[in-house]
């Protein structure tokens, strides 16, 4: 039986592993009224957050420096790592990550702020660390837009990774930020095939018109590049060449790559999803997955968790590799400016 929620990635709504509470069916019918409700709507919680800035030390991104607007993110990818974060604020990482959607109203003034701040060293900054930037809500709430708006004024670079068309209804701001080399952007395509895009990502756009995203950031002179991320054994592994070629068709310059890797709860989540959207083959991709990761699913082990490890992660570095090399001959992807940065933004020049 299909138990999931039209337009949603998760079927179910795992537990939540900080709660003390936990629900047990001891009845049929608690089950008609406790199972997620067939299409759920969305709802945004907005907040006043206290910090903005995220720095992650991990040995396999350095020193990152991350803004995500929104906490949750309504394209409901089913793989998605940033599902288990939604925890922390008491939601579960299932349904509830897709449709519970946590908007940091004053992003702009907190990002103003830490400019402000004379301990502020000017340094890139990548908007949807965590989750995207351009999800749906961002058509009404307009943080991103008010974000990259602040880093032109301040000459801060920065970089942003997106699936969502949005992102050129900003290319006035992207323009002016490329023109002194203050943007990258890349654009995140998972598989060319529409049916697995629509079950993997299911509030996304199709890949045909993230191509065009990429053909239309490229003609405005802004850097870009892909994500073939993540990448997942025995659904989309053999595609890597294709939508590598489809990106460098399109302007592309370079193109990275992640082994999914299912870690928390996005384990149970996926597992049902499969069995659910490909039960002929669940058994053998979950498998596959495993072997990526020394037997496990899950993987926490700096150096590895990315790319994986065993035959199977091998082989899809190559081809990566490969497919690089072929069609992203001599392009190069130009280093940020921080050079540019002004302390106070544009004010300071009257």
């Given at each position: ?17 900080f ?35 995220s720095?992650?030390?991990s ?16 394209h ?8 288990n ?12 990550f ?108 199709t890949?045909?018109r993230?191509?065009?995203?990429v ?32 990106a ?23 597992e049902e ?78």
């Amino acid at each position: 039986m299909d138990n999931g929620s039209k337009g949603r990635g998760a079927g179910i709504n795992t537990r939540n592993r900080f709660s003390k509470l936990e629900t047990e069916y001891i009845s049929e019918e608690w089950q008609q009224w406790e199972e997620p409700v067939p299409n759920p709507k969305t709802r945004f919680i907005e907040e006043e957050s206290r910090t903005l800035l995220s720095v992650s030390d991990s040995p396999d991104l350095g020193h990152y420096y991350s803004v995500n607007p929104y906490r949750g993110c309504e394209h409901g990818c089913v793989y998605c790592y940033a599902r288990n974060s939604h925890e922390y604020w008491g939601f579960s990482a299932g349904l509830d990550f897709e449709t519970k959607i946590i908007v940091k109203k004053n992003a702009p003034q907190l990002l103003e702020k830490l400019f402000d701040s004379k301990n502020w060293q000017p340094k890139s900054i990548h908007l949807s660390g965590n989750t995207d930037c351009y999800q749906p809500g961002e058509k009404t709430y307009r943080l991103t837009r008010q974000l990259l708006e602040i880093c032109l004024r301040y000459r801060n670079p920065v970089s942003v990774l997106t699936k969502n068309a949005l992102i050129l209804r900003d290319i006035d701001v992207l323009e002016k930020l490329a023109a002194l080399n203050l943007v990258h952007a890349a654009i995140s395509i998972t598989s060319l095939n529409e049916d697995l895009r629509a079950a993997l990502e299911p509030r996304t756009v199709t890949a045909k018109r993230r191509l065009q995203i990429v053909k239309s950031l490229h003609e405005a002179g802004i850097p870009v590049g892909v994500m073939t991320a993540p990448i997942i054994p025995g659904l989309n592994d053999h595609e890597i060449p294709s939508m590598i070629q489809a990106a460098a068709e399109n302007g592309a310059v370079w193109s990275a790559y992640t082994v999914v890797r299912l870690n928390g709860a996005v384990g149970a989540i996926f597992e049902e999803w499969i069995n659910r959207h490909f039960p002929d083959r669940a058994a053998k991709v979950l498998s596959q997955i495993a072997a990526c990761h020394g037997g496990s699913v899950n993987d926490s082990r700096f150096g590895l968790r990315m790319t994986g490890e065993g035959p199977y992660a091998e082989n899809i570095k190559q081809l990566h590799k490969l497919a690089c090399r072929k069609y992203f001959k001599d392009r190069t992807l130009p280093d940020l400016d921080t050079s540019l940065f002004i302390k106070g933004g544009q004010m300071k020049l009257f």
